[in-house]
């Protein structure tokens, strides 16, 4: 079945460290973005890509990284510089987002702070 | 910039209910229209998407309309079930990706 697969589903990390998130697809979508969820808020965009080995920032990119090598894959890197990184990742694909496409999601990844 | 605003909060009716949730935006350019789905905990799930072109979208028991004269859409869930409680969000899109309202907190009652 082709889906979205993120992990982990929990993430746990120190002070001063960097954590990484995956976000593989195998819909042969040429977009994909992350978005974070605070309890009882929308989803906010940090960062997407229009296709491979190019990304922009989105409205809350401080703090985060990501790279674009491979069409399936859009890691996501919460730095040291994000102060406030407890929240729900979520990692979301579509055909291209120009296009009126619905975007699918995977089953996201819980961070916390030790 | 787009801001999408949905009410009510939060929502509680009796099972076999009609009901409507309702969805606003600030840019009347936009582009389309989705609603989705999330269980807690759970990643979202499309439900419904309007194309800029069209003004209203079904699938089974729900019907999802877009007026963008006015800014606002409706989703309209007939004869409610246990199983639909869940949080519905509703996000558009201009020239920039999808800007996603906080969502409606739905609990059908048996």
């Known amino acids: 079945d082709g889906g979205i697969t993120q992990s982990p589903k929990y993430l746990f990390r120190k002070e001063g460290q960097n954590v990484t998130l995956s976000c593989e697809q195998n819909l042969n979508h040429d977009a994909m973005y992350w978005y974070r969820q605070d309890p009882g808020q929308g989803l906010r965009l940090i960062y997407y890509s229009q296709i491979v080995n190019d990304f922009q920032k989105g409205d809350i990119a401080e703090g985060y990284s990501v790279s674009r090598e491979k069409k399936e894959s859009f890691p996501l890197t919460v730095t040291s510089a994000q102060k406030n990184p407890t929240a729900f990742y979520l990692c979301?694909?579509?055909?291209?987002?120009?296009?009126?496409?619905?975007?699918?999601f995977g089953d996201g990844t819980r961070l916390s702070i030790l | 910039k787009q801001e999408v605003t949905q009410i009510p909060a939060a929502l509680s009716v009796p099972e076999g209910e009609n009901l409507v949730l309702n969805c606003s935006f600030t840019d009347s350019a936009i582009y389309n229209l989705q609603w989705f789905r999330q269980d807690p905990g759970k990643g979202l799930t499309s439900l419904l998407l309007i194309q800029s072109s069209q003004r209203e979208q079904t699938s089974g028991r729900l019907n999802a309309s877009l007026d963008k004269s006015s800014g606002r859409s409706t989703l309209y869930i007939a004869a409610s079930q246990p199983g639909d409680s869940a949080t519905y969000l509703c996000a558009g899109s201009g020239n920039t990706p999808l800007v996603f309202g906080k969502g409606t907190r739905l609990s059908v009652i048996a």
């Open positions: 979301a694909s579509s055909i291209d987002w120009r296009d009126s496409q619905p975007q699918h």
